[in-house]
């Protein structure tokens, strides 16, 4: 819990980064190919969908929402 509070605290500097790069808040490239090695787990389903909690979370701390 400790680590992804340490990654969700980066969020804000992730984001400023973002804007001042002109980079969008989505890069499903990344997104995939992060996914993609959720697979040949034995519990694969369940990274996955954790990894896509992460990724939804995150972006909504970008965007200065928190919920």
Request: aromatic share 6%; hydrophobic share 50%; proline share 1%.
């Amino acid at each position: 819990m400790a680590l992804l509070n340490e990654r969700f605290a980066l969020m804000g500097m992730v984001a400023d980064a973002k804007k001042a790069e002109g980079i969008p808040l989505t890069d499903a490239t990344r997104e995939a190919s992060i996914l993609a090695k959720t697979e040949g787990f034995e519990h694969a389903q369940s990274i996955h969908k954790v990894y896509q909690c992460i990724f939804i979370e995150a972006k909504l701390i970008q965007k200065g929402r928190i919920i």
